[in-house]
Nanobody
């Protein structure tokens, strides 16, 4: 069983910044991914960003590209999401996710099915 613990959420004004952290209890293979998703009230969970554990590949949703940066610290088994220029539409619960298994079929990095474990979520609220 893998435990993911997120932190760093909160209330911020539009244009402000927050940094989310996610600590995993298990290191994953370098070819696997860790991701951030978010879910606003009444909406489906959506992809925000992902990074390969090797750090070679980073991926972003179009809505956050240029404002958010995902990174990881392998020594701490942690992944981070630096969020700048925040907008009210970024308000959501943010979830960290970790892939620990290979899929038999190709699953997009942006799909929730790619990931095996999820954190409990951290609330991010951006006021206008």
């Amino acid at each position: 069983q893998v435990q993911l613990v997120e932190s760093g959420g909160g209330l911020v004004q539009a244009g402000g910044s927050l940094r989310l952290s996610c600590a995993s209890s298990r290191r994953t293979f370098s070819s696997y991914y860790m991701g951030w998703f978010r879910q606003a009230p009444g909406k489906e969970r959506e992809f925000v960003a992902a990074i390969s554990w090797s750090g070679v590949g980073t991926y972003y949703a179009d809505s956050v590209k240029g404002r958010f940066t995902i990174s990881r610290d392998t020594a701490k088994n942690s992944v981070y999401l630096q969020m700048n220029s925040l907008k009210p539409e970024d308000t959501a619960v943010y979830y960290c996710a970790q892939q620990t298994q290979t899929r038999r079929t190709v699953v997009p990095i942006t799909a929730t099915q790619k990931y095996d474990y999820w954190g409990q979520g951290t609330q991010v609220t951006v006021s206008s």
